[in-house]
């Protein structure tokens, strides 16, 4: 396939730098892999089937190793299933309910924001709904993200009950023949079990109003998490069904690598990357440019 | 969680060599191993792990757990000291300045709790010290940043000072000081915009705060989640602004927190208090012991040292 060869084609730079397959190379490789939050066990698991591998197929020389690496770091990821760009699923003629959920602080207002803003250029009429009645500012952030796209926004007073607002707001986009509904929601640590069961009943009041609603869960993650992203995916899947994550923060220099383990120990794709606090600053999310990035630094330390 | 704590993870080396009466160099071996995967799991960095395995290593393989009865626990007591040792004694304190106002001056990456700590410490330091903070606003850049400050200040009846969107966080900070000056507050607290640690624009921002109101604290902001890219981070900021001390965020979560070891590792600046929660009251001084069990996992430890 086209693209799986263009992140060969890469590899072979930072192979071509390694002559032999050596224990200082699986070290190496293992370094990089876990310095940019690849799951440890996904990284054991891999060296360890890169090992065998290398043996079975009695490979020497690095060059002939690279193609059993982008297999496997591909596969990490894609598992059985084809390697294909993850769309959001929105409705053709009717309307669409994007819930978006998240720890606190990785991103969910903006990112909500940025997809109003791009769901707007596609000719898309958007609304919002101003679900974070808990955190000081956070209706007054997402309303400035609402004029900046030029999208409405539907709010209550702070303190008020999250569902009710959510409520108003699929009341108001079907009044106003929306495209598509976003709903913000406070941001919460996975472990407080109130909190979670709050997040289960608004969606419970979307599936309520709209059949086959939510068409859309996206947990947003930073980037900056380290493994404890695995266990939010996990938990907030539990409570949300999550159809999708929104990886934040990646024009930092966190590399965000423990969406590999999500999406192979619970199959969860990740479908666009924030890469800025911009409105423009939100892309979708492409596997093989991901994986590539993941030794972008091993090529810079071993060319210079 | 999927996660297994270190005594988890000891577990059956320690039944191998249990009733052998003498630990082997490849024993050894194996419980390093089992070390090194626990506190990469717990998102220690992996530069400061090798270290950390390293010295750990030469104390297992001196008597001290060699000839143990009970080797498995020696280990951890091992683990459990160095990393207490590594993350330094408590250090709560909050400095004074000679002269009043004393200014705080808070920094770190977007989302890291910035702006929910600066009211947290404003309400610590009023209850616990008896002071009366001003708290500044110098976000002009992330949406209704203001506005959040402010709503807080409310929250706990304190002033804030803010001069809108449109002016420079230097001039802000400055005005913020004559302010203070003129109403004796002795406490100046400078909320700024989170930014990448690679943002030089940004950073080059705080450079000019720090100049112009000479802080007696500078503290790093870190969410506790954060992985691997913790040193990269906590290394910059301290290069750049020569920070005075770490605020370690979210700690209410299950994470193990393995930043707080690497942030002290590449900065050796202490990590003062732990947020444990969104509450402005749920500020606590940060303890290493309990976060070295925390790391290692905590329950699975005491649960061994019952076991044994
Ligand atoms: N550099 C960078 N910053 C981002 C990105 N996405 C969001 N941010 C910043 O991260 C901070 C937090 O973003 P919010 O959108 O408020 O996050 P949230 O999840 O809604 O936060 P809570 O509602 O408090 O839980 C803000 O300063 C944003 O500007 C990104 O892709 N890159
Ligand atoms: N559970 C929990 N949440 C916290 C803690 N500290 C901050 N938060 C939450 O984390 C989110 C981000 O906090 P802020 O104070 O806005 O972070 P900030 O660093 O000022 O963010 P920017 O200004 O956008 O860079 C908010 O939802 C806070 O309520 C904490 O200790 N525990
Ligand atoms: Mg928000
Ligand atoms: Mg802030």
């Not at chain 1, 409570?239 to 930092?252: E, F, H, N, Y």
């Not at chain 2, 191998?16 to 998102?43: F, N, Y």
């Not at chain 2, 626990?73 to 207490?84: F, M, R």
């Not at chain 2, 909050?94 to 702006?115: C, E, F, S």
């Amino acid at each position: 396939k086209k693209t799986r060869n263009s992140f060969s084609g890469k590899l072979n730079d930072l192979i071509a730098r390694y002559r032999k397959v050596d224990e200082d190379f699986f070290e190496e490789l293992e370094e990089v892999l876990i310095s940019a939050d690849v799951g440890v066990m996904t990284v054991m698991d891999l060296i360890d089937e890169l090992k065998m591998e290398v043996k079975r197929r009695n490979i020497k020389d690095s060059k002939e190793v690279k193609d059993v690496i982008s297999e496997k770091l591909v596969e990490i990821y894609y598992g059985d299933e084809d390697e294909e760009i993850e769309e959001l699923n929105i409705q053709d003629n009717d309307l669409s309910i994007i819930l978006v959920v998240g720890v606190n602080g990785v991103g969910k207002t903006t990112s909500i924001g940025k997809l109003a803003h791009q769901l707007k250029q596609q000719g898309k009429n958007v609304v919002l709904a101003a679900g974070d009645t808990f955190r000081a500012g956070a209706i007054e952030q997402l309303e400035v993200w609402g004029e900046r796209a030029d999208v409405g926004v539907i709010k209550q007073n702070a303190g008020s009950d999250p569902a009710a607002v959510i409520f108003d707001g699929i009341k108001a986009a079907k009044s106003r023949n929306a495209d598509v509904l976003i709903c913000d929601t406070a941001g919460r640590l996975q472990n407080k079990v109130n909190l979670m069961n709050e997040l289960a009943k608004v969606k419970r009041v979307i599936e309520r109003e709209v059949p086959g609603a939510p068409h859309e869960v996206l947990l947003v993650l930073d980037a900056t998490t380290g493994q404890n992203a695995l266990s939010q995916a996990k938990t907030f899947s539990e409570a949300t069904d999550v159809s999708g994550i929104v990886l934040t923060k990646l024009d930092g220099t966190a590399k965000g690598g423990i969406v590999l383990a999500i999406r192979n120990e619970l199959n969860i794709p990740v479908k666009y990357v924030g890469l800025g606090e911009q409105l423009e600053d939100l892309q979708k999310f492409d596997a093989n440019a991901f994986v590539y990035g993941l030794f972008a630094d091993m090529l810079e330390e071993t060319s210079e | 969680m999927a996660f297994e704590g270190l005594a988890d993870r000891l577990q059956d080396t320690i039944k191998k060599i249990t009733g052998k009466g003498k630990v082997s160099e490849q024993d050894v071996k194996e419980m390093t191993r089992e070390v090194r995967l626990a506190l990469l799991e717990a998102d220690v960095n992996f530069k400061v792990v090798k270290d950390l395995v390293k010295r750990i290593k030469e104390r297992a393989v001196g008597q001290e757990v060699m000839e143990s009865l009970t080797p498995g626990q020696q280990v951890i007591k091992v683990v459990k000291e160095e990393l207490t040792e590594l993350m330094g004694g408590e250090q709560s304190k909050i400095a004074v300045a000679d002269r009043p106002p004393t200014v705080i001056m808070m920094v770190g990456l977007q989302g890291a709790g910035k702006t929910t700590t600066t009211g947290k410490l404003a309400n610590h330091l009023r209850k616990k010290h008896n002071r009366s903070p001003l708290l500044v606003a110098c976000d002009v850049y992330r949406p209704a940043a203001i506005n959040q400050l402010e709503t807080l200040g409310e929250q706990l009846s304190m002033p804030v000072f803010s001069m809108g969107t449109e002016a420079n966080p230097v001039d802000i900070a400055k005005k913020a000081m004559e302010q203070a000056k003129e109403e004796h507050n002795d406490y100046v607290i400078i909320d700024t915009a989170g930014r990448l640690h690679v943002d030089s624009d940004l950073m080059e921002e705080l450079e000019q705060i720090k100049a112009t109101v000479k802080p007696d604290e500078i503290f790093l902001v870190v969410d506790a989640m954060t992985g691997q890219d913790a040193v990269n981070v906590a290394e910059s900021f301290n290069e750049q602004l020569d920070i005075s001390g770490v605020v370690l965020t979210k700690l209410d979560g299950d994470t193990r927190g393995g930043a707080a070891l690497s942030i002290k590792a590449v900065t050796d600046k202490p990590v003062k208090f732990a947020g444990m929660g969104e509450k402005l009251d749920q500020l606590e001084p940060f303890h290493p012991e309990r976060m070295a069990s925390r790391i290692l996992g905590m329950g699975d430890v005491l649960s061994l040292i019952e076991k044994a």
